[in-house]
């Protein structure tokens, strides 16, 4: 069984929202993490995610998010996501004691490794990236801060 999931190419069962009443979290607003936090509580609640292997998803990605600047704020968003969903279902100081730590020792394994983003190597430049970003996106939650990530349509 899969632990998690996207609204992205899902099939849900009305009963889920019908018999059970659950609403996607209007609270995340355009910051993204609303179709993950819904799917933790309907976990939670006795839902079963599963795996379609053989079916097939296209999507054209536009330009704009083959630039490192729009990877960046994807990284953070979802770093960011991820622990608001933390603390709205395991408490402010339980997700404060687990994200503060890594979300600094992230930003600054990022700022030692900095360099590594004017090298050759893509792969350095991803790892760098990922870790400030994840950083970035774990303490922003902490503060209670976040940006609207689907406030802007990419591509047009």
């Known amino acids: ?8 190419n899902v ?35 006795g839902s079963r995610i599963a795996l379609a292997p053989h079916s097939l998803v ?9 630039h490192r600047r729009w990877r960046l704020g994807r990284i953070i968003s979802r770093s960011n996501a991820q622990v608001r969903i933390r603390i709205k279902h395991g408490g402010y100081w339980r997700s404060f004691a687990r994200y503060s730590p890594r979300g600094v020792w992230l930003v600054l394994a990022a700022i030692v490794t900095l360099p590594g983003l004017l090298g050759p190597s893509f ?5 760098v990236l990922k870790r400030f970003g ?10 209670g801060s976040w940006t609207s990530t689907y406030a802007r ?3 047009r």
């Open 153 to 155: 349509i990419e591509g």
């Open 134 to 143: 994840s950083g970035v996106g774990m303490l922003k939650a902490l503060i």
């Open 1 to 8: 069984s899969i632990k998690n999931c996207s609204t992205n």
């Open 58 to 66: 296209h999507e054209e990605v536009p330009q704009a998010r083959q």
């Open 123 to 127: 792969t350095t430049r991803e790892r």
């Open 11 to 45: 099939l849900i069962s009305k009963s889920i929202f019908i018999e059970r009443g659950l609403r996607f979290d209007e609270g995340f607003g355009l910051s993204g993490g609303s179709d993950t936090e819904f799917f933790v509580r309907s976990r939670t609640e």
